[in-house]
Structures are given as structure tokens and as C-alpha cells.
């Protein structure tokens, strides 16, 4: 019974495409998060929404393009991909925004060819 | 200089050692303090949260807060080689922050 579920796990694809990456959380959360952690293991947010609204978009190319149909799922989609998208992308949720409540999924490997 | 810096190591220690994990940080406005520990092929999971100044002991681990020096540490007791992993710190406003930076993390490899 999985509390924050991300699919897929594990994305290959090509310079250029266009994939998407769902979350799911089943926690009653009302914040959700996108985070972006490279090679070094450094975990960089990239996007928050509250209660389906967006909160916080960092400094993300317009390529990336987060969506919340309702509080419970945060999706991310990627036009265009490049190379430097290669990372891990995680899903988080929490209770309000303090951090210190933060459930993260497992994690989408994406590897950009 | 980045707003979170944290040594990524990696720290190896033998067994039953007590381990020393910390960071600083530059942001005086910071009020929520994690310790998050990330095992490898997976998210990370919250350890240890502080809210400001202060010391918060769990079990084998104890989250130390010095705000004046802008420091904050995490000590595990006898270690495990279960504990085995990246641990990672992280810090956030008090008020509607939903932002949370993290530090870049710690490989810590405690051998049997």
C-alpha cells in the first residue's frame, strides 16, 4: 500500500521526445512536489502545488510542464528532451509546505539517449 | 555560495561507531531542520525533524540545532551496517515556505 507511487520507474528514451512521469499519493497530503536529483545526489525542487494550486516553480525550463488535476496527483510532463534531463525525478507530498512531514515516492530514473 | 553545504563524503567507519553528520547553512531565517537518509535506488525517507535551537534524541540518533553558528548535526551510536546509506539534511522557512532545500548529502558506509 504504497503512500506516494510514481510511474514509470524507469524512462529511456530519446533526445526530443515527449514523456510524462504520474504521482499519486494516498496520504491526504495537500502539498505535492516535484524534485530533481542529479548524478551528485543533489536534490534540487523544481516545482510545489497546494491544493492544486501552483506554489513554487523554481527556475525549470518551460519544457517541463507540471499538472494536478486534484490534490492527490501531481503529474510532470517534458517536451523535448535533452540530455542534461537525465537525473531522477522525485515525487514528494506533505501537509502543508514546512518540509519536515515530506514523503517521497521511489523515484522515475530518466536517461535521455 | 550555496545556501546549504554539506560534505558528500564518502565516510566509512567500522561497526558500533559513533558517526558525526553535519551541515551549514547561510539562511538565518531557516526554522525546520530534517535529517532525511536515502538508501541507494530509493527516495528519501525522514529521519529526524527540529524545529529551531536544540537537541532531539531518537533511538540510536540524535539531530543537534545551533542556529547562532549556523550548524546542525545529526550522530548515530553504535552504528549499523544497516544504517548504510546517503543521508541527507534539509531546512525550511517557518512560514509559507513549501521549500525546502536540501543539502547535497553524506554517503555514510559502516563496515561489519
Known amino acids: 500500500d504504497t503512500a506516494v507511487s510514481q510511474t514509470p520507474k524507469y524512462l529511456v528514451t530519446q533526445m526530443g521526445n515527449d514523456k510524462s512521469i504520474k504521482c499519486e499519493q494516498n496520504?491526504?497530503?495537500?502539498?505535492m512536489y516535484w524534485y530533481k536529483q542529479d548524478s551528485k545526489k543533489f536534490l534540487k525542487i523544481m516545482f510545489s502545488?497546494?491544493?492544486?494550486?501552483?506554489?513554487i516553480n523554481e527556475t525549470v525550463p518551460n519544457r517541463f510542464s507540471p499538472k494536478s488535476p486534484d490534490k492527490a496527483h501531481l503529474n510532470l510532463h517534458i517536451n523535448s528532451l535533452e540530455l542534461g534531463d537525465s537525473a531522477v525525478y522525485f515525487c514528494?507530498?506533505?501537509?502543508?509546505?514546512?518540509?519536515?512531514?515530506?514523503?517521497f515516492g521511489s523515484g522515475t530514473r530518466l536517461t535521455v539517449v | 555560495q550555496k545556501e546549504v553545504e554539506q560534505d558528500p563524503g564518502p565516510l566509512s567507519v567500522p561497526e558500533g561507531a559513533i558517526v558525526s553528520l553535519n551541515c551549514t547553512y547561510s539562511?538565518?531565517?531557516?526554522?525546520?531542520f530534517m535529517w532525511y537518509r536515502q538508501y541507494s535506488r530509493k527516495g528519501p525517507e525522514l529521519l529526524m525533524y527540529t524545529y529551531s535551537s536544540g537537541n532531539k534524541e531518537d533511538g540510536r540518533f540524535t539531530a543537534q540545532v545551533d542556529k547562532s553558528s549556523k550548524y546542525i548535526s545529526l550522530f548515530i551510536r553504535d552504528s549499523q551496517p544497516s544504517d548504510s546509506a546517503t543521508y541527507l539534511c534539509a531546512m525550511s522557512l517557518n512560514t509559507g515556505g513549501f521549500k525546502t532545500i536540501f543539502g547535497a548529502g553524506t554517503r555514510l558506509f559502516v563496515k561489519a
Open positions: 496520504l491526504g497530503h495537500d502539498t
Open positions: 502545488y497546494n491544493n492544486k494550486e501552483l506554489i
Open positions: 539562511n538565518s531565517a531557516f526554522q525546520y
Open positions: 514528494a507530498s506533505s501537509q502543508g509546505g514546512q518540509g519536515y512531514g515530506y514523503t
